[in-house]
């Protein structure tokens, strides 16, 4: 078996809601694409790959960005509760479920986080590389790296369009988010506060492993500029990413190289993108790794399995 670490979904009752809250998603890419939105579209495209699980994740439209505080929190235990229940309906599909949470009221978020995992089973939570605008370095976010410290589960970051950006529509927005996000978390002290917390980066650790050499040398021009920061450079090897980089062998080998084999997961990006998701071309881009076939099983299904505490 493989499992899919990053595979996104619009549930039926919260799409629905959703939009009725806010006719703007409506001309959202992922509440078009029919397979995000429509469960037997998605199962007829899954039944091509029989041996893949998927982890799901509600789709990139952020409740803090679409929805009033109250309508947010609403939405986001709708959500929860609807990806519980496709896990339990179909265990051959799904093998997990990432919550959604209403970022835009810290205190309603770790509530519901408490009750997304320990209440309906779910696997982590799910956050934005800003929070509305606001850097994940905002003090007001600690509880939540605390608390998913304590359950020991990973914290899913997905890029998210940044309004003061050129838009390009996520082309090099994206990935330059990404890695804010994380150089913010890593010079932050995150990993000082919590040394085992788990994040899980999207699209093979973006702009990271490429300019490994550039986070080395570069903040080792000025050493007292982070002074609690011995190595940076080790902190950023502390995130989990995905190989969801569209079946450019390449760029996991760069990713590879920076994050090792025990930090890579496979992940499509699936239904969206070239081909929904490039699920095959994403698995033979693996098989295309000049690495051990134990390293591959690893990518492939053994990290997944031992992020998400599944028995293997």
């Not at 950006?165 to 804010?180: A, C, K, Q, R, V």
């Not at 499509?268 to 693996?286: A, N, R, Y």
């Amino acid at each position: 078996m493989k499992i899919d670490i990053y595979s996104h979904i619009m549930p039926k009752k919260y799409t629905e809601l959703f939009a009725r809250k806010n006719k703007a998603i409506e001309q959202r890419v992922e509440y078009r694409s029919v397979a995000v939105t429509d469960l037997e579209v998605r199962l007829r495209l899954m039944n091509r790959y029989p041996d893949v699980l998927q982890v799901l994740t509600v789709a990139n439209i952020p409740l803090e960005t679409f929805a009033e505080t109250a309508d947010a929190i609403e939405l986001a235990k709708i959500a929860n509760e609807e990806l519980a229940g496709l896990v339990d309906r179909y265990p051959d599909k799904f093998v997990a479920g990432v919550a959604c949470l209403p970022m835009n009221d810290i205190d309603a978020a770790l509530a519901e986080a408490d009750r997304a995992i320990t209440k309906l089973g779910l696997k982590g939570v799910q956050i934005y590389s800003r929070i509305n605008g606001e850097p994940l370095d905002n003090p007001k976010f600690k509880p939540l790296w605390e608390k998913m410290a304590k359950y020991d589960l990973p914290i899913w970051i997905h890029p998210a369009t940044y309004d003061k950006l050129d838009n390009d529509i996520g082309l090099f927005s994206w990935p330059f988010e990404t890695s804010s996000a994380m150089f913010r978390l890593v010079t932050a002290g995150v990993f000082n506060d919590h040394p085992n917390l788990k994040f899980i980066v999207h699209h093979c650790g973006a702009m990271v492993p490429y300019f490994q050499k550039r986070i080395k040398w570069v903040l080792s021009l000025v050493p007292n500029l982070y002074p609690d920061i011995k190595h940076p450079e080790e902190h950023f090897r502390k995130f989990y990413t995905d190989t969801a980089v569209y079946g450019n062998t390449p760029s996991l080998m760069c990713g590879y190289d920076f994050y090792g084999p025990d930090h890579i997961l496979y992940g499509t990006d699936f239904p969206l993108g070239p081909k929904f998701g490039l699920t095959g071309e994403t698995m033979e881009s693996i098989q295309r790794m000049a690495i051990t076939e134990s390293e591959k099983e690893k990518i492939l299904f053994r990290n997944a399995a031992d992020l998400l505490m599944i028995a293997h």
